[in-house]
């Protein structure tokens, strides 16, 4: 008897606890036994016996209760452990996309000119004649208006010809029209010429074309922010050099080359610029005062000076792109490389 709370104790489950029950309490235990011989006791012990008798089980049965309860929680731990199921799968992976190199590339360009503070406009890509080539000193007669080199969607009388623009020029022409200047605005957009495929040439690709105008714009304003563009696209050591050409919208008209970020100035066998130390990045010029006349500015108070870029181009240049056909051929290997 002395020895039940060591008994308690040391059950270590909740069966060896009933074992040691029926041990301290049953019928072959002291408690059993002596409650079972009682009545060859005195009359005047039993009461003395009985009761202390029934203190001595009643203390066993807490000891007993207490050690249950916390034998029951450890058991229940223990099978909760052990019956434990990872009800969790593993998530499918869906594979993240990503901007296409076309369009990382005319957001690059239109942010640096954001950060010349020029506005962005759009416009649609399919328009009348009159925007894509008359508003641009385009004529009549032009090879760039025959059919073999523009994509007409309606024929018909010259003022409601309609046509999928050439160019993102369009805008401009618009723009101004619907615009006070001072103007200072970049068009992103996508354009078509009857192309057939090739390295060099898409028949739907990408433009970005720029137009500032306003009081007292000189040659010297298109240089020097051409060459601004250059060094914050290709890199702060850039130089830009200007060749004369032509256009028919702008008046006096020039290429403008940048210098090779990838070499010292024309390394034999340059990987970017083949060894001549130049790269033609995009055609430029001074407004022509008929294209501002057209869109209703008075070319005797304004000047302005426009420039258009292929963004297809740049990212070439940019990354050792070596054929138009990857922009189009959606190959993963390619696209995320980017
Ligand atoms: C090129 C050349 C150019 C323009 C685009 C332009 C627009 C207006 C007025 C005058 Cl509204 N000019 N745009 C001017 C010069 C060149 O693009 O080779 N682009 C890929």
């Avoid at 041990?23 to 009545?39: A, I, N």
């Avoid at 970049?186 to 500032?212: C, K, N, S, W």
């Avoid at 294209?291 to 240049?317: I, T």
């Amino acid at each position: 008897m002395a020895d039940a709370p060591a008994a308690v104790d040391s059950a270590a489950t909740v069966a060896e606890l009933e074992k040691t029950e029926s041990e301290l309490l049953g019928k072959d235990s002291t408690v059993g036994r002596v409650r079972r011989s009682m009545g060859n006791l005195d009359d005047e012990l039993k009461p003395k016996v009985g009761s202390k008798l029934n203190q001595a089980s009643s203390r066993i049965q807490e000891l007993l209760a207490a050690r249950r309860s916390e034998l029951e929680v450890v058991e229940e731990e223990r099978r909760l452990r052990e019956e434990a199921i990872d009800v969790t799968l593993a998530a499918l992976e869906i594979p993240a996309g990503s901007l296409h190199l076309v369009q990382r590339t005319i957001d690059d360009v239109v942010d640096i000119f954001i950060g010349l503070g020029y506005q962005v406009a759009t416009g649609p890509e399919a328009d009348l004649s009159y925007y894509n080539f008359d508003a641009l000193n385009t004529p009549p007669t032009h090879p760039s208006r025959w059919e073999s080199d523009t994509m007409y969607l309606d024929w018909g009388a010259p003022e409601d010809e309609v046509l999928l623009r050439t160019q993102t020029s369009t805008v401009q022409a618009r723009w101004m029209e619907s615009h006070d200047p001072p103007v200072y605005i970049v068009v992103p957009g996508r354009t078509y010429r009857r192309d057939t495929i090739d390295a060099t040439h898409l028949p739907v690709f990408h433009q970005i074309e720029g137009l500032a105008v306003d009081e007292h714009i000189q040659f010297s304003d298109l240089k020097g922010t051409l060459l601004h563009f250059a060094r914050e696209f290709f890199g702060a050591d850039s130089e830009v050099r200007l060749r004369p050409h032509f256009f028919p919208f702008t008046e006096p008209s020039a290429e403008l080359d940048v210098s090779c970020f990838a070499c010292d100035g024309g390394e034999q066998g340059c990987r970017v610029c083949g060894g001549k130390g130049w790269l033609e990045l995009l055609g430029c010029g001074m407004v022509d005062p008929y294209v501002l006349d057209a869109a209703g500015y008075d070319s005797k108070e304004l000047s302005g000076f426009a420039f258009g870029m292929g963004p297809e181009r740049l990212a070439m240049a940019r990354h050792g792109i070596d054929s138009l056909r990857h922009f189009i051929e959606n190959d993963i290997r390619f696209l995320e490389q980017f």
